[in-house]
């Protein structure tokens, strides 16, 4: 009797929402100016705008107007996930290592199937223009390559064209001198096909983001099938043994990291002055990760960040480490004053 009881009470709450929802309508929006002005209102509210500038190739041009930073619901990208993106960094007025940030997009787009609307050299002078548009001088330029908008379909062969995205995000960032906690993931990681290319798919990045946060560290490890290291949700991992060796894990089926590339060129520099024995990039495995006497993310808004503890355990002291603040160095020093191949001044009017 109290099983049925139960039910009768949940049909009549139900029925009773129903009701209720009766009276519940939304407004109808009669114009698009109407429309606009209610996008507005949001936007006026904020003091500074974060995203000064964005490209639309829906559009055909730059947006300075956020309420009007938007795009179609039909878009592939968006009801599919077929879509890529990078990201490259603007600092002091440059843009930091964007040609090796396209390239990668590009081979990124082709393992998608989603062909370039622009050559490389095209979307380079986007982005440098919209850079230049936005006005802003520290920050991050996120864009995206979509199989496009055009239908609500699996395949988008029937779509018109791809579409190609870019936004300027106003933030500040600066060099991370704290430590920080990590856990392993739990979460599954991609499969090499996936991890290997920068899409859109982020899924289980931002599941182990989330476990992470709930179990009060910072960010997360995957480990592979085999019981290797791979990588973080959406950063390289390095480590520096007893021995002074600066290890990171095999590319083979993680994302190869622009920053980490970058990293790698610029690491041997310690190894010059004595400071490190050597660098390689090899297979590691979770039991000599932990041992190691420092440990890092590597990614390019950090660009490096030291890691203390993982898994409640502390790395080497749980303390941040020397050569660990001297790999931070030389990559800050390479953002801020590094050769003109790495750094694209922009043209600001």
């Given at each position: 009797m109290a099983a049925s009881n139960s039910s009768f009470d949940q049909t009549s709450a139900v029925a009773a929402e129903a009701k209720?929802?009766?009276?519940?309508?939304?407004?109808?929006?009669?114009?698009?100016?109407?429309?606009?002005?209610?996008?507005?209102?949001?936007?006026?509210?904020?003091?500074?705008?974060?995203?000064?500038?964005?490209?639309?190739?829906?559009?055909?041009?730059?947006?300075?107007?956020?309420?009007?930073?938007?795009?179609?619901?039909?878009?592939?990208?968006?009801h599919r996930g077929h879509?890529?993106?990078?990201?490259?960094?603007?600092?002091?007025?440059?843009?930091?290592?964007?040609?090796?940030?396209?390239?990668?997009?590009?081979?990124?787009?082709?393992?998608?199937?989603?062909?370039?609307?622009?050559?490389f050299s095209e979307l380079k002078s986007i982005l440098i223009q919209l850079s230049a548009a936005s006005k802003c001088r520290k920050g991050t330029l996120?864009?995206?390559?979509?199989?496009?908008?055009?239908?609500?379909?699996?395949?988008?062969?029937?779509?018109?064209t791809s579409a190609f995205?870019?936004?300027?995000?106003?933030?500040?960032?600066?060099?991370?001198?704290?430590?920080?906690?990590?856990?392993?993931?739990?979460?599954?990681?991609?499969?090499?096909l996936f991890a290997t290319m920068k899409n859109v798919n982020y899924l289980p990045n931002v599941l182990s983001v989330m476990e992470a946060e709930d179990k009060g560290a910072f960010s997360s490890i995957w480990v592979d099938e085999k019981g290797y290291i791979a990588e973080g949700p959406n950063v390289n991992v390095a480590f520096i043994n007893s021995d002074k060796e600066l290890i990171l894990p095999s590319f083979?089926?993680?994302?190869?990291?622009?920053?980490?590339?970058?990293?790698?060129?610029?690491?041997?520099?310690?190894?010059?002055?004595?400071?490190?024995?050597?660098?390689?990039?090899?297979?590691?495995?979770?039991?000599?990760?932990?041992?190691?006497?420092?440990?890092?993310?590597?990614?390019?808004t950090l660009p490096l960040l030291p890691i203390i503890m993982w898994d409640e355990k502390?790395?080497?002291?749980?303390?941040?480490?020397e050569l660990t603040m001297a790999l931070s160095d030389l990559l800050w020093e390479d953002m801020a004053a590094g050769p003109e191949s790495q750094r694209i001044p922009v043209p600001y009017a």
């Open positions: 209720d929802g009766e009276d519940f309508s939304f407004h109808v929006f009669s114009s698009s100016a109407e429309l606009l002005e209610k996008l507005h209102e949001k936007w006026n509210s904020v003091k500074q705008q974060p995203y000064p500038a964005m490209y639309s190739s829906v559009y055909g041009g730059i947006i300075l107007d956020p309420a009007m930073m938007v795009i179609p619901m039909d878009d592939h990208m968006v879509g890529v993106f990078d990201t490259a960094i603007i600092f002091d007025g440059y843009l930091y290592e964007l040609d090796v940030h396209i390239n990668r997009f590009l081979r990124s787009a082709s393992k998608a199937r989603i062909a370039s609307p622009f050559t996120r864009y995206w390559l979509s199989a496009g908008p055009g239908n609500f379909l699996l395949s988008p062969a029937k779509c018109p995205y870019a936004v300027v995000i106003d933030e500040d960032f600066a060099q991370c001198k704290e430590g920080v906690k990590v856990m392993t993931s739990t979460i599954p990681m991609k499969s090499p083979d089926k993680i994302l190869s990291g622009c920053t980490a590339m970058r990293f790698l060129q610029l690491a041997p520099k310690l190894v010059e002055q004595g400071r490190l024995k050597c660098v390689k990039i090899t297979d590691i495995t979770v039991e000599e990760a932990k041992e190691s006497a420092e440990m890092m993310y590597v990614g390019s502390p790395i080497g002291n749980g303390e941040v480490g």
